[in-house]
Nanobody
Framework: QVQLVESGGGLVQAGGSLRLSCAASGRTLSRPVMAWFRQAPGKEREFVALISWTSGGTYYADSVKGRFTISRDIAKNTVYLQMNSLKPEDTAVYYC???????????????WGQGTQVTVSS
């Protein structure tokens, strides 16, 4: 009942920036927590950032803190991930997710987008 569609991925050089978008539709009020995860080939899916839909409170993984910013536009039902100072290690498929509770485990989120590829070259 919640649909998520990511966009904004692409190819950038190290040190560059990208802004990912996650457009939500359906019963969005039923899932008050929105998050970004990423998964590189051969690696487990890892938490990146989350935001409370109502309060705007945020939390970041240590690996991206200070470089990435998660935000939301309530009127547009959209969550963003601004990624600055990108590193080759940031290369992954980035997924938008929605869930009931704040947490970093992927299993806490029950709605997922299809993912968008981010590739950072050196």
């Amino acid at each position: 009942q919640v649909q998520l569609v990511e966009s904004g991925g692409g190819l950038v050089q190290a040190g560059g920036s990208l802004r990912l978008s996650c457009a939500a539709s359906g019963r969005t009020l039923s899932r008050p927590v929105m998050a970004w995860f990423r998964q590189a080939p051969g690696k487990e899916r890892e938490f990146v950032a989350l935001i409370s839909w109502t309060s705007g409170g945020t939390y970041y993984a240590d690996s991206v803190k200070g470089r990435f910013t998660i935000s939301r536009d309530i009127a547009k039902n959209t969550v963003y991930l601004q990624m600055n100072s990108l590193k080759p290690e940031d290369t992954a498929v980035y997924y938008c997710a929605a869930g009931l509770s704040i947490g970093t485990a992927s299993g806490l989120y029950d709605y997922w987008g299809q993912g968008t590829q981010v590739t950072v070259s050196s």
